[in-house]
């Protein structure tokens, strides 16, 4: 090449550069930050977010780089949305119902009570309007969606007291966010959010009485059957719960249209291989936590599980009425959940009855 012709071609790249939005660009390379609501590192869901970030520097030959910050690191935890929003932070990896504050419509982009199982909501929001319903909410917050993990079913929790009938929830202090946290509270217990990092300490210096988390794999990380006796399940809470990756609208569309598409493609991957990782992990975890830790793992009662589910019933019912988006939301939500259910009861679980004989 003739040194004008590179010089020439060098200033058109450096005015090219010049003009795109931020983040800074330094020698066609993006920089990116990403907050999270987990601790840094931790089993699953920190090392999903590190991994998403890797996935899209990798399928990107480096253009678009992510540097993850832990909860605390950047950003409180449950600050990660507002940061995003805000422009503080590029891209945020967390559950959706943290952002209930904002609207209650966020609630079925994780998960809710009695609601999908992962591959309904999987279901719902590739094929059934999910997705567009979820873009059109958020983009009133300045963000862009992905679903980029799912831990799967998760059990109902640690209890440091045994749970035989509804008058057994009366007062109990229990840490569940989202929908689950209204059930409960209407079953008359003191439901709160606590990020992951400060359950522990919680459950062990008695500020609460019980918590749910994840599920088997992340439960044992945490250390949860050295302060809680019993484990109980079924989870009603969380059926499938589904986590995210949130790009500053801005930043999403300061991307090519070949960068948006390895985007989609890394998120798509994650939530795939996450789910995967959690139903290969949990199995394994639930068998340490009840032979080597003697954990005690106990089902609800009937009586229990009814109420679990005619409240969780109502409290659908009434943050639909929220306002005209989460309506719009729980339509779409319900109408695939009901057209998915039969199928799910044939297939999925009418194959697991019959393989148990």
Known sequence: MKRRSFLAGAG????AAATMPAPAIAAGKRNLKMVTTWPKNYPGLGVSAERLAKRISDMTEGAINIKVFAAGELVPALESFDAVSSGAADVYHGAEYYWQGKSQAFNFFTAVPFGMTADEINAWIYHGGGQE?????????????FMAANTGVQLAGWYRKEINTLEDLKGLKIRMPGLGGEVMRRLG???VTLPGGEIFPSLQNGTIDATEWVGPWNDMAFGFYQVAKYYY???FHEPGSSLSAGFNLAVWESFTPAQQAIVRAACSAENDYTLAEYNYWNGRSLKTLIEKHKVELRKFSPEVLTALRTTSDAVLADTAKAD?????VYASFKEAMNSSAE?????????????QG
């Open 189 to 191: 217990a003191a439901a």
């Open 324 to 328: 005209e988006t989460t309506a719009k």
């Open 12 to 15: 058109i790249l450096t005015a």
């Open 133 to 145: 319903l979820w873009d059109d909410l958020s983009k009133g917050f300045n963000i862009k969606p």
């Open 233 to 235: 399940w079924p989870g």
């Open 343 to 355: 199928w799910t009861r044939i297939g999925e679980q009418g194959f697991v009855d019959a393989r």
